[in-house]
């Protein structure tokens, strides 16, 4: 399957690589075919969520853990029958990221909202979480202290 996209050009896909959002994302509810991009390597940081209805519109998107995020949430009936999901091992979980261009440009991501991806069946939604607990853990190590935040 050919496809273009403003921010990778013509690319030929596999169409069972496809991620269906049956729901769209909040905002782009009319977007529900996507392709997820990475970059070239064994350990891709930034992903790329391309929507295939609408070539100009594409996500930038990691995995939580690389910001020392820990999601813990339930996911509701209507969530667990759109996912399918039968092996928790299939979940994936990403945010998506924005350019915050105050003072000094900064990649954030939208922690309230992670998408959560079946990854065996290649279906996704949008979680928006009403909230979000942050804990931060201190731990010392040879005379240094290191810390980190999850959520």
Not at 19 to 42: A, C, M, S, W, Y
């Amino acid at each position: 399957m050919e496809i273009k996209s403003s921010f990778f050009g013509e690319q030929s896909i596999d169409p069972s690589t496809i991620v269906n959002f049956p729901n769209g994302i909040p905002g782009f509810e009319d977007q529900t075919r996507f392709k997820l991009f990475h970059q070239e390597g064994d350990n891709p940081l930034i992903f790329w969520l391309q929507s295939l209805d609408d070539e100009s519109l594409t996500f930038s998107v990691a995995q939580p853990s690389i910001f020392n995020i820990n999601y813990a949430f339930v996911l509701n009936d209507a969530e667990e029958a759109i996912l399918g999901i039968e092996d928790t091992a299939d979940v994936l979980i990403l945010i998506i990221l924005h350019k915050d261009e105050s003072d000094q440009p900064v990649i954030k991501g939208a922690i309230k909202s992670p998408l959560v991806i079946n990854s065996a069946k290649r279906i996704g939604l949008q979680k928006v979480l009403a909230e979000v607990e942050q804990t931060i853990t201190l731990t010392e190590t040879s005379n240094e202290i290191n810390v980190s935040e999850s959520v």
